[in-house]
């Protein structure tokens, strides 16, 4: 089993920043690549970002691209989303994932493993 675990979320005001952060714990050498999702209030859960744990290739949505960075510190066993010039249509509640997949792997049912959520939100 991989254990995921997110922090970081908050109340931001629009043009703000946060930084998310998901401990791993567990069987991690099992996993290949790790993302971000986020669900917003009546819709589906969406990919944001994810990075191959092998090579460090990253790939992003359109709709964070040049705003959002993901990123991996190896030694601490930790994923981050750096996230900059937040907007109120960024307000959800953000997952990190962990897939056996290797690949671009940007839909739900290819991840495993899945934090419990941090919420953000960004005022206007």
């Known amino acids: 089993q991989v254990r995921l675990v997110e922090s970081g979320g908050g109340l931001v005001q629009a043009g703000g920043s946060l930084r998310l952060s998901c401990a791993t714990s567990?069987?991690?050498?099992?996993?290949?690549?790790m993302g971000w999702f986020r669900q917003a209030p009546g819709k589906e859960r969406e990919f944001i970002a994810r990075?191959?744990?092998?090579?460090?290739?990253?790939y992003y949505a359109d709709s964070v691209k040049g705003r959002f960075t993901i990123s991996r510190d190896n030694a601490k066993n930790t994923l981050y989303l750096q996230m900059n010039n937040l907007k109120p249509e960024d307000t959800a509640v953000y997952y990190c994932?962990?897939?056996?997949?290797?690949?671009?792997?940007?839909?739900?049912?290819?991840?495993?493993?899945w934090g419990q959520g941090t919420q953000v939100t960004v005022s206007s």
């Open positions: 567990g069987r991690t050498f099992s996993t290949f690549v």
């Open positions: 990075i191959s744990l092998t090579t460090g290739s990253t």
């Open positions: 994932a962990a897939s056996i997949k290797t690949g671009y792997v940007t839909e739900v049912y290819d991840y495993n493993y």
